[in-house]
């Protein structure tokens, strides 16, 4: 399956926005961040620092300030991505940064507006144009799915009944990696249908963020675009590459904690921090290279990474970045981000014939069906020969699809004349019996309806094999005229270019390590003269060296600070979600009798695919019946299941004082006691119950009716009849 197997690192592109009106209003103060288009470098200054603090820089693959242009973008660091899909890679471009920073502006931007338009409308456009262009021995199948995970939980965009919906789950397939089980998929053909797709799931995130405020940017966003392509190989067979491209757009990752969210707020905030910490840990694991384990199943986001971030796919992170001083952390926490997101390696490779490519699922019930429709073609055909007499000929087998079709249509024709003309003799015919006459037209009348079903199954059949046929693009039907080769002349020198300035930046940086490291070499020096300069310097690399080791020593006080502010962070959630719990053991210990506890602890499993506790069925599924639950059996000759002590009461025959099983004991008010020789007489008075209790007592007070559904407890402690609570105990069968 494998093809080219190589390793490449995750491009990382950092983009600012320009300063908008409210942050210009705040003050002369203007941005914090400043950018070296050449040098790919982004300078961070700290507000809140002293001007003597060397500023912080950071390196990446390209960097784009406020004038940049989408198009620029697009064609710089995007466009050789789409490529790789269209060749069989998978494929993911993420976006990453605060609200309010330009994800949603990157990825979608204004769509009316050509010059606004975002990475995925330049895409679609990207994709289909390069079908059209292609060769027209190439066969296309392009697919689109839209979801966004809130909250933890996966959902579908294009579900009609997208608010109803229950979550989907995930799944792992050895052939294409972690999936989404029954997520919808509509094949497109054009760049409009693939819009649509994209305005349908729009409008169904638009709806969530009404019912729950600022959703879009609570929720992450991944639209994904699987293309096919078959092309004949070498050994003459069809071979079908499949490339995965995933668009995404990332929640907000400013911390949630900061606007002092409660209850259901800070557990949603607390769910999104989670899976966005689960994607800077994933991150950090593959950047660090050390440590084995990379935590990929801690949240549905970074599982349905699991490909882009260390495995198979090209991937390019755009962070986007505010200018205004005020979030100097967010901005700074950003590119810290994005800085180690540089040395994750990925593994791409072509995906050629994996065993789900719906392209080949296509091309078979399209044969089939292209199959049953000749066969029916040359039905007619024959049929129509015989009538006109001519002897079918296998010469005819190569004849041209059409005149078959044609002649085909012909026969229809023909035997509806014949049968209609065949009527009107029948119905003409004085010698023919009334009756005979009725059979005859029923017959014929049988035969044109027959001919019809044939005729109409047939345009079925026809419609069915277009339509099918109409979802695979084939390339080069697009005629080249003049424009459009003029267009892809430019396309092409535009490409040429963003190649060419890539290549110049990366020789920049390079040159910036070599100068470091050339200053050592020339240490050779003839005159006194040429001593102090080079002792001048060394000096200087010294004090470069000494700015270094502050910048350095800064950035350690900067991620301690971090540290700090975010451990600060998980204990107020914790403690919020200790609180909680306590409540809820509450709960169970004083509302939940232990019995119930551990029939329902008993029951619980955890499903590590689910991540979830899950309760096992009361009566497991597979031998329901079998396995249900014995009715108590009843004793030989009653009709009931009786109770040890109602089978006691009536061994020991009727007694006055137990008709009933509802007892009451109705004791009499005794005067209060108030002299030595009364108190001796209670003691010395018999007990009063009938199974001789020896434990006296000492409550003289009314007693209330008690029955038998009492328990054990309230028995022995409030009355003497101990008895009765030992045949209670006896039977438990019969007190449930
Ligand atoms: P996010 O998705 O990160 O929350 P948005 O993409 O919604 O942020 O951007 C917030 C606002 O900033 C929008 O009004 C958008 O038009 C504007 N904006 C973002 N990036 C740019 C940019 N590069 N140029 C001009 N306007 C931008
Ligand atoms: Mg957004």
Redesign the pocket.
Known sequence: MSKTKSSESVKVVV?C??L?RKEESNGPAGGIVQMDLRLGQVILRNPRAPPSEPQKTFTFDAVYD?N?KQRDLYDESVRPLIDSVLAGFNGTIFAY?Q????????MQGAWLDPEKRGVIPNAFDHIFTHISRSQSDKQYLVRASYLEIYREEVRDLLDPNHANARALELRESPDTGVYVRDLTSCVCKSIKEIEEVMNMGNQARAVGATDMNEHS?RSHALFLITVECSQPGPDGRKHIRVGRLNLV?LA?SERQAKTGVQGERLKEAAKINLSLSALGNVISALADGRSGHVPYRDSKLTRLLQDSLGGNAKTVMVA?LGPASQHYDETLTTLRYANRAKNIQNQPRVNEDPKDALLREFQKEIARLRAQLNHRKWRSKQKKEQVDGEGWDDDTAGEEEEEVEKEAEEYVKQEEQRLEMEKEAIRGDRFLLAEEKQRLLGEKERMMGDLRKEQEATEHLTAKYKAMESKLLVGGKNIMDHTNEQQKMLELKRQEIAEQTRKEREMQQQMLVQDEETLELRETFTSLQQEVEAKTKKLKKYLKLYAKLQCIKAEIQDVNDEHVRSRQELEQTQNELTRELKFKYLIIENFIPPEEKNKIMNRLTFDPEEDQWKFQPLVPTESKSSQMKKRPASAVGYKRPISQYARVAIAMGPHSRYRAENIMFLELDMTPLNTASLDRSTEAEPNQSPSQDNSPTKDRGVRKSRSWCQTQKSITSSSSNASLVACHTSTPTAAQ
């Open positions: 983009r926005r320009p908008n406020a940049s940064g609200t309010g920073t330009g994800k949603t502006y990157t940017s757009d907000g986007t």
